[in-house]
């Protein structure tokens, strides 16, 4: 009787019609997109007042998402020089391709094993809308639509651990998917190959699922290492000691640098 007196007083007026993304996570989010699609470049410093101005939020909530990104690998916080976008070496990318084979491997192959027909149905319109984004050049499009295909996948391969060991990397994996794709005759293999992964997955069978999915993630490896080597054998270009291009983190900036961009797209 009290639960109905309750239920005509209070009625739906709690109901929670959306869930509000909390404010730290937001500006976690912004920065970090705008590294991964260099809108602020490898090695720029990030100066907090600039931060905070383009923003639009206090110094606390900057400095708390630069410590996140931080954790990331995405920024380096230097004494006496404060932080900058982290510049990712060769033998870090080599590493993170080595994870990348093993647990992407096992995330395809226990995919197959353990998904739901409704994860099919995710990872098949996730797919879709990469190679949709692929065939029409644009990279930043496709390459956001990526990361929605390996959500996917590693929700469907219930295995929380795999996610949580790839997500301090997955900003790093975004720039070196871009790097890969960046390399002359990449795209067009790399789409073949997640077509290849996709016909593994669908036809149920986990042992082609694990070795087409590794051997995407290791030929992607060669062409984005290939053009670390490439960079070592041209003269560095000189760098301002400010964040160049910072102001580009707003909505007008990210239109730009997609429009720069749509010379590549597909998986890595």
């Not at 976008?85 to 990348?100: F, M, N, Q, S, W």
């Not at 879709?128 to 499009?141: L, V």
């Not at 160049?244 to 998986?267: F, H, I, L, P, Q």
């Amino acid at each position: 009787m009290y639960m109905d007196a309750l239920d005509k007083i209070v009625g739906r007026s709690l109901l929670i019609t959306r869930k509000p993304v909390p404010l730290r996570n937001e500006v976690i989010e912004r920065l970090r997109s705008a590294i991964c699609k260099q809108l602020l470049p490898q090695g720029s410093r990030l100066i907090e007042r600039q931060l905070c101005e383009m923003l639009g939020v206090s110094r606390t909530l900057v400095r708390e998402a630069l410590r996140q990104l931080e954790a990331e690998g995405l920024v380096t916080i230097m004494p006496n020089r404060g932080p900058s976008v982290a510049v990712l070496d060769r033998e870090t990318a080599k590493g993170i391709y080595e994870v990348r084979a093993v647990l992407e491997a096992l995330a395809a192959e226990l995919f197959v094993e353990r998904a739901t027909e409704e994860d099919r149905q995710r990872l098949q319109v996730a797919f879709a809308a990469g190679k949709r984004a692929f065939e029409r050049g644009d990279i930043a499009g496709s390459l956001d639509e990526w990361v929605r295909f390996y959500d996917a996948l590693f929700a469907g391969a219930r295995n929380e651990s795999i996610a949580v060991t790839l997500w301090p990397l997955m900003g790093r994996i975004y720039m070196l998917r871009a790097r890969s794709l960046s390399m002359p005759d990449r795209r067009a293999a790399s789409m073949k190959e997640m077509e290849a992964i996709m016909e593994a997955i669908l036809g149920r069978d986990p042992a082609r699922a694990w070795e087409t999915c590794r051997t995407h993630v290791r030929n992607a490896a060669v062409y984005a290492l290939k053009s670390f080597d490439q960079e070592t054998l041209r003269p560095a270009k000189p760098t301002s000691g400010r964040a160049r291009g910072t102001t580009k983190v707003k909505a007008g900036g990210e239109k730009r640098a997609r429009k720069n961009g749509k010379d590549a797209g597909s998986a890595s």
